[in-house]
């Protein structure tokens, strides 16, 4: 595989400094100029050794490179593309680390009149519970999945550049469309997340919350885990995914309304078919830990 020349890092957060550090240990850039919209997190990047140069700008960060990496959340994709559209060199190869596709597709297509050929949407599957460029860690992606969603413009070189990219960095390629993909994630990563955040949120509002806390077990704990997660980047997520994320939303209510039903008839059989059903799905699937989508 060739050495790019330069990244172009927009957004030294985990995920985008994880990406940097994995790229200099396998030798395939020669420099990282990161942008931050906080100067302070640029410039821990830089003492940490994740980049080499602060930009003073965004379009300063792609100016020159050739590899340009957008790790900012997906409702901002839009104004990063408005920014270094002037920038970035023709054969630049683009990804970017959005949870959502759909919505990262029309960005660019609205910056640009056009989906830019040369740009390859990516969503690593891998992450940490700690968020910023201190969790930033050269083995993030090593083991996991990144799914690809190229459209009908996506130059096959292109393409080939980004599987090449996400592969040195010891991860596994699957590709969907947008649609595909955002309907997926939907059902198992976003939808249990909102589920988390409800129920917490339930448990907050009432009189007896710190009792019921106190109370609370393993079980608990397993269920609560993801309700920990990050404000930002999950209201952004439900923002950019509401649609497909409403749908499974919907699935899951009259799924909890046909429990509630045979509570309340008192109907022991309808109840035990219901669980039954859930316990046996549940019992024969098994993690495949290259494609956990606990990780955002």
């Known amino acids: 595989m060739k050495k790019f020349k330069q990244l172009g890092l927009i957004g030294c957060g985990m995920m985008g400094g994880s990406f940097a550090l994995a790229l200099k240990r396998a030798g395939l850039v020669e420099r990282v100029v990161g942008y931050n919209k906080s100067p302070n997190k640029a410039e821990l990047a830089k003492r940490m ?113 980004a599987e090449t990219v996400w592969r040195s960095l010891g991860m596994t390629i699957s590709r969907m469309t947008p649609s595909e993909h955002d309907a997926v994630f939907a059902a198992v990563s976003h939808l249990p997340h909102l589920l988390g955040f409800a129920y917490m949120n339930g448990i907050a509002g009432q009189s007896e919350a710190q009792q019921f806390l106190q109370m609370a077990g393993p079980g608990f704990q397993d269920f609560t885990r993801i309700a920990a997660g990050d404000p930002e980047l999950w209201s952004d997520i439900f923002l950019a995914n509401s649609k497909e994320i409403s749908k499974q939303s919907t699935a899951m209510l009259m799924s909890l309304k046909k429990l509630e039903d045979a509570m309340r008839s008192g109907s022991s059989q309808t109840l035990r078919d219901l669980i039954s059903t859930a316990s046996a799905l549940r019992s024969g699937w098994t993690l495949n830990k290259k494609v956990s989508v606990d990780d955002e």
């Open 49 to 161: 050794g994740v980049i080499d140069d602060a930009a003073a700008s965004i379009l300063q960060a792609v100016m020159g490179a050739d590899l340009v990496l957008i790790s900012v959340p997906v409702a901002a994709t839009f104004d990063v593309l408005k920014a270094v559209q002037f920038g970035l060199h023709k054969d630049a190869l683009i990804l970017d680390v959005g949870s959502t596709k759909q919505s990262v597709i029309d960005a660019a297509e609205g910056v640009f009149g056009m989906f830019p050929p040369n740009f390859v949407p990516s969503h690593p599957i891998a992450g940490k519970e700690q968020a910023g460029i201190e969790a930033a860690d050269a083995d993030l992606y090593v083991g996991k999945r990144v799914i690809l969603t190229p459209t009908q413009r996506t130059e096959d070189a292109a393409l080939v550049n």
